[in-house]
């Protein structure tokens, strides 16, 4: 029987259980994640393979999750924490930009952990369950941020994260976990931070984006493509911080229109810095403004029908895209 | 205590040579501080040296610290040399942080110390996290945790004694109650009668003690630490203090009745152990002047090379930001 797709919830815990098997110094705790198995069930049995030394629960303190995970990177252990949605990472982040993202620049001394943060909206969480933060994270010094968007790369990218020796901020949009499945490679392809992939070729523009909208801009090339024959790219860029910076100019060379296309917040998101990039850098290879299409300035409603005015999706980006053709 | 019988006439020396090295250090920084020669602020420990010096006294290679701004004294108790303190404060390229971070800020965790941050009360989880993973790889650390009288009312404070109290971390978190948080008196930072009662609220031991006398404290410390390593918990040590200076240099201290200062003098924890030496018969007073001059000859040392030590090379901003391999 071959065997069967995988979602990226089921993905993510399969990295996790191998980093237990095969790092003695990985540990694991947050909120509810140890016989429970944490809010959205990714830390499944793992707490009763590896035990309530390596695998446990918390205080509801995300502040003492963090600052304990950075002391005990600092003593050569590589902790994988939970914040149980990455909003709740926000009453912390003083220990991710001032302790751990300094750390290493101040006094020498590596801070090898990955918070673990699922985030992202389009299920009705409302303002506090939702939110978007990468922007947040991608702007503190020292801390690298990564974005997976399928299966196999979230499993690949958590073990880079949880190997590098940095503070790694690991973002699992919650709709993808049980939304995308896909045939995992038998071998574990061993993958580095930093590269962008081109998920859909094409040369009429180029989508970048990372995360939910990633599958959303695919079905919108494949939308755009039925209407009016257009081939747009779709790049992934999978990591935000270190950013494939050559990647995106390459697909900006190959396209020369870029519609850049997020969940989080519009002003001060991190599709400014992706535009600001493509602006400096490949200016003289736009044939069409830069665009961006992201959320509103407003916070994640709760309501459906509010949610969905709210947030992208594939319709809205094809929209977008039919648009930027024809400038 | 009974110092003669209790303690060792080397061992109450080593305290007292500790204060003195701290206040001598500082004295210099203050100097250089108002002629202008000195990078960004200084913070001084006037009046609490006792409290550094004998919680690292009775300290053993694997244990852990998180001292604050006030706490020069757990660096040079943990082996921090004077010169490179002199190189932190001057902002030289061989100081404990490379120019990257100023005055007290810094930390030698080959010696067991973290770096602080200005943010108080950050560096509780983080020891606590220390403590536990140095204990799971098998060394026994315990950890000392400092923090002010201001920096018990931080979310930090809360949450790092609730989560050492859940898994029985073995931290002492020696709060030192100097009764000032920058300008504000302990009468508008908390509402309890005395800071040890916050401990019942986490289910663990509070203990009382008198900050400014070495002795007394070291004895007290001692024992308290012993039986840690016995039983593994967190305890909430509340050191009675003073600040004897402003919150820092730029800081006149003017809101600080100058009836308090002048009792709180007398109680100098420099004093103190003169006295306490001296009655029992420790040391004569010439052997703790001579101590002093010798004392103030290393410092004068100390400070004359690093200052001849070089800036940082400002091509090098950009490295350390991410550790490599």
């Known amino acids: ?327 | 205590m009974n110092p003669q019988k209790d303690i060792s006439k080397d061992a109450a020396l080593a305290l007292l040579r500790g204060m003195l090295l701290a206040r001598r250090i500082e004295e210099r920084l203050i100097r250089l501080y108002h002629q202008g020669s000195i990078f960004g602020g200084v913070y001084c420990g006037f009046g609490q040296e006792a409290i550094g010096t004998a919680t690292t006294a009775v300290s053993t290679a694997d244990d852990l610290f998180a001292p604050c701004i006030r706490d020069m004294t757990v660096h040079l108790g943990r082996g921090t040399t004077p010169r490179d303190i002199f190189r932190q404060f001057l902002g030289r390229a061989q100081g404990p942080t490379r120019g990257r971070d100023g005055n007290i800020h810094y930390g030698e965790l080959h010696r067991g110390v973290f770096a602080f941050i200005s943010h108080l009360g950050a560096m509780l989880p983080v020891i606590t996290g220390g403590v536990m993973a140095r204990r799971r790889l098998g060394r026994p650390a315990v950890g000392f945790a400092y923090i002010g009288d201001g920096g018990t009312s931080t979310g930090d404070f809360h949450e790092a004694i609730n989560f050492a109290a859940v898994f029985d971390v073995p931290v002492i978190f020696v709060v030192e109650n100097n009764q000032f948080a920058y300008s504000t008196p302990n009468v508008h930072q908390f509402r309890c009668t005395s800071l040890v009662d916050r401990a019942a609220g986490y289910g663990i031991e509070g203990i009382a003690a008198d900050g400014n006398d070495v002795l007394g404290l070291a004895a007290q410390v001692g024992a308290l630490v012993a039986d840690i390593r016995v039983k593994p918990r967190a305890v909430l040590l509340v050191c009675e203090t003073m600040r004897m200076r402003g919150h820092g240099e730029h800081d006149d201290g003017s809101y600080v009745p100058r009836e308090l200062l002048a009792a709180w003098a007398k109680r100098c924890p420099i004093v103190v152990a003169r006295e306490k030496m001296l009655a029992a018969k420790l040391a004569t007073a010439a052997e703790l002047d001579a101590l002093d001059v010798a004392v103030q000859a290393e410092v004068g040392e100390a400070y004359q090379q690093a200052l001849s030590d070089p800036l940082p090379n400002p091509a090098t901003l950009m490295e350390g930001v991410y550790a490599t391999g």
């Not at chain 1, 850049?260 to 493509?278: K, Y």
Request: aromatic content about 8%.
């Open chain 1, 1 to 327: 029987m071959p065997p069967a797709e995988t979602t990226f919830l089921e993905a993510i815990r399969q990295a996790l259980q191998r980093l237990l098997r095969e790092h003695a110094d990985v540990v694991m705790f947050g909120q509810d994640i140890g016989a429970f198995g944490g809010a959205f069930k990714v830390t499944a049995g793992l707490q009763k393979e590896f035990g309530a030394d390596r695998v446990f629960d918390t205080p509801i303190s995300e502040s003492a999750i963090l600052g304990a995970a950075l002391g005990m990177a600092t003593m050569g252990l590589r902790p994988v924490v939970e914040m149980q949605f990455s909003d709740f990472a926000t009453t912390a982040l003083h220990q991710l930009l001032n302790n751990a993202g300094t750390l290493h620049y101040r006094t020498g001394v590596a801070a090898p952990l990955v918070v673990r943060a699922p985030c992202g909206g389009g299920f009705a969480g409302g303002p506090f369950h939702s939110e978007d933060l990468e922007a947040f994270f991608c702007h503190m010094p020292g801390i690298k941020v990564v974005y997976p968007s399928f299966p196999a790369d979230a499993r690949a990218l958590l073990m880079a994260s949880a190997l590098d020796p940095n503070p790694v901020v690991f973002l699992e949009n919650k709709y993808l976990y049980r939304h995308v499945k896909e045939w995992l490679p038998t071998a574990w392809a061993p993958s580095a931070l930093g590269a962008a992939r081109v998920c859909r070729p094409g040369s009429d523009a180029v989508v970048l984006t990372y995360g939910a909208m990633v599958h959303e801009a695919i079905r919108a090339a494949e939308l755009v493509h039925a209407e009016d024959g257009g081939e747009v790219m779709v790049l992934d860029l999978r990591t935000l911080k270190p950013l494939d910076t050559d990647s995106i100019l390459a697909a900006v060379a190959a396209t020369n229109r870029v519609l850049i296309v997020h969940e989080g917040w519009h002003t001060g998101g991190f599709g400014a810095e992706i535009a600001a990039l493509v602006a400096e850098r490949a200016f003289h290879l736009l044939d069409a403004p830069i665009w961006r299409l992201t959320a509103p300035d407003c916070p994640v409603p709760f309501s459906p029908e509010l949610e969905k005015a709210y947030r992208p999706n594939a319709e809205k980006i094809r929209d977008a895209l039919l648009e930027l053709l024809e400038h």
